[in-house]
């Protein structure tokens, strides 16, 4: 059974950085992929950064350099530095990982950002 567990959440104020950490386990198989989302209170959940086996990163637009995400897919790992976070950050932060065949996601519980004074 898979399981997917994140933390470093927490409550900074705005201008400041946070650190996540993802470990997966219980995979006989390797990761297609893995990576950060979050979902902000009455907002759907979207792709913050993502990693392939391959080493290619995606992010999203309003990361705009100010997050960076590093890890390594055969080891199930996966790691979020952010940098001059904005409450527009604050959200319920989740690691994923995806699986192809058969597609299938893998999500941890979640790790709380707050930004905030």
């Known amino acids: 059974q898979v399981q997917v567990v994140e933390s470093g959440g927490g409550l900074v104020q705005p201008g400041g950085s946070l650190s996540l950490s993802c470990a997966a386990s219980?995979?006989?198989?390797?990761?297609?992929?893995m990576g950060w989302y979050r979902q902000a209170p009455g907002k759907q959940r979207e792709a913050v950064a993502t990693?392939?086996?391959?080493?290619?990163?995606t992010y999203a637009d309003f990361v705009k350099g100010r997050f960076i995400l590093s890890g390594d897919i055969a080891g199930n790992t996966v790691f979020l530095q952010m940098n001059s976070l904005t409450p527009e950050d604050t959200a319920l932060y989740y690691c994923?990982?995806?699986?192809?065949?058969?597609?299938?996601?893998?999500w941890g519980q979640g790790t709380p950002v707050t930004v905030s004074t």
């Open positions: 994923g990982a995806r699986k192809l065949f058969p597609p299938q996601m893998f």
């Open positions: 219980g995979n006989d198989f390797r990761f297609y992929s």
């Open positions: 990693m392939t086996g391959d080493k290619k990163i």
